[in-house]
């Protein structure tokens, strides 16, 4: 499950501004679920919410190493999400609404603020699915790139103490030991 995406997703649906009959035909918000939950079905109107590839980078970007000797190493993503809409008859008015819902300024500062955002739309499409061999369902499916930040955290730990110790042989005066501590000290306050 990629955080970002379900977050984003759940804010449309339940944030009070956009709680209007408008998006939601059947008056009422549909519950979203991810695709292969195995579970019963559900009752309309619902989302299933799914995505199918992930693109990873070939590089990552890497913090500066905290005084505990942790830093985040972290990287952007790609994914290709589907998201199918059944409601009856409105499945496609609800994806529709839905989509434009997603490019409005309280979605796009909440991508913002989760570090996200919807990428290239793929596709906006009534795809009847098959109940059985015989009868069909409406569906609407909206395909859309979602890029996301995925960040780790990696304990690097701390090089505190380097003692260097030797002899060095052949001096005029004879053979000269050395032992040298260095300790590494920071100061952490600002």
């Known amino acids: 499950m990629i955080k970002q995406l379900w977050t984003l997703v759940d804010y449309v649906i339940n944030n009070q501004t956009y ?8 008056q009422q918000p549909p519950s979203v679920i991810w ?16 995505y199918t590839s992930v693109d990873v980078p070939d590089h990552e970007y890497y913090d500066a190493i905290d005084a505990q000797g942790n830093r985040q190493v972290s990287s952007w993503r790609k ?6 809409f059944y409601a009856g ?15 409005m300024d309280l ?3 909440k991508q913002a603020e989760l570090d996200c955002a919807i990428g290239t739309r793929l596709m906006l499409a009534r795809v009847p699915a098959m109940l059985n061999e015989s009868q069909y369902e ?21 090089i505190e103490t380097v003692i260097v110790d030797g002899t060095y042989t052949g001096a005029a005066t ?13 100061n952490l306050t600002p």
Do not use: H, W
């Open 79 to 84: 994914a290709v999400v589907d998201m199918q």
């Open 138 to 158: 409406d569906r609407a499916i909206y395909t859309f790139e979602f890029y996301y930040t995925e960040s780790q955290i990696e304990f690097v730990s701390l």
């Open 35 to 50: 695709s292969f939950q195995n579970s019963s079905r559900i009752e309309k109107p619902y989302i299933v919410l799914n």
């Open 89 to 103: 008859p409105d499945s496609y008015i609800m994806a529709s609404r839905f989509v434009s819902r997603l490019a």
């Open 19 to 26: 709680a209007d009959p408008r998006l939601f035909p059947s």
């Open 174 to 186: 004879g053979d000269i030991t050395c032992t040298e501590t260095i300790t590494v000290t920071q």
């Open 107 to 109: 979605s796009l500062d």
